[in-house]
């Protein structure tokens, strides 16, 4: 069953970090890109970060760049998203998200079941 689990969520105080990690089981991540994306309360999903399947090319959010990073280690089967000067509008369900290629516009083919990053003071 191919499956992706994020961990990493919680609450943190604006200015503050987290790392969020999504792991998958089932399939191999080497021949894919990934990707994060997040909804908040009442909006739609958006695209945050992606990473294609070699690690080589990145592409981030507007509202994300230079404060966030996506990186992955295919040995652990696990992509990473290091996420620094949390802000409270960064607040939202975090999802990680499988592409069907290496490349990152391509389709979605696995999602995970996402984790929550709450920014409160």
């Known amino acids: 069953q191919l499956q992706l689990v994020e961990s990493g969520g919680g609450l943190v105080q604006p200015g503050g970090s987290l790392r969020l990690s999504c792991a998958a089981s089932?399939?191999?991540?080497?021949?894919?890109?990934m990707s994060w994306f997040r909804q908040a309360p009442g909006k739609e999903r958006e695209g945050v970060s992606c990473?294609?399947?070699?690690?080589?090319?990145?592409d981030y959010a507007h509202s994300v760049k230079g404060r966030f990073t996506i990186s992955r280690d295919n040995a652990k089967n696990t992509v990473y998203l290091q996420m620094n000067g949390l802000k409270p509008e960064d607040t939202a369900v975090y999802y990680c998200?499988?592409?069907?290629?290496?490349?990152?516009?391509?389709?979605?083919?696995?999602w995970g079941q996402g984790t929550q990053v709450t920014v409160s003071s």
């Open positions: 089932g399939f191999t991540l080497d021949y894919y890109a």
């Open positions: 990473i294609s399947s070699g690690g080589g090319d990145t």
């Open positions: 998200a499988a592409r069907e290629k290496r490349y990152c516009s391509a389709y979605v083919r696995t």
